[in-house]
């Protein structure tokens, strides 16, 4: 593992993510943990009033922090939540989600292991 640090005005956000209603901002963390887990900052480009679709990921861990704005998902088993700033939630592996509404300033914070994982409709 390597040392990493990126501030703020060093980091850009591209469209190089999961959802095209999304920008990402890669925070360094996967090119400094050899891809063992993955950080990025997620910002809405535009308010996200239909859903994902009900997914699931192959990973070991993630983690969502809302920074601002408000997210909506529904998660199997737990039932539909709505997270605004400061709300954290562990989404443990394998579990069915959707994101089902996202205001147009939501932004967040996603901390994956490991960086690389596949998505599939449940």
């Known amino acids: 593992m390597r040392f990493s640090v990126q501030h703020a005005k060093d980091g850009r956000f591209d469209d190089k993510g999961l959802r095209s209603f999304f920008e990402y901002r ?3 963390i996967d ?10 900052v997620i910002r809405a480009k535009q308010a996200c009033p239909e859903g994902t679709g009900r997914h699931t990921h192959s990973l070991d861990f993630q983690m969502v922090y809302v920074l601002r704005g408000w997210v909506e998902f529904e998660y ?18 394998g579990i069915v ?11 967040l914070l996603e901390i994956t292991a490991p960086a690389d994982f596949d998505t599939r409709d449940a």
């Open 97 to 107: 989600h959707e994101l089902v509404a996202c205001s147009d300033e939501c932004e």
């Open 26 to 28: 890669d925070l360094g």
């Open 31 to 40: 090119a400094a943990t050899d891809g063992r887990f993955h950080a990025q």
């Open 76 to 93: 199997e088993g737990q039932g539909r939540m709505r997270l605004e700033p400061g709300a954290c939630v562990h989404q443990p592996p």
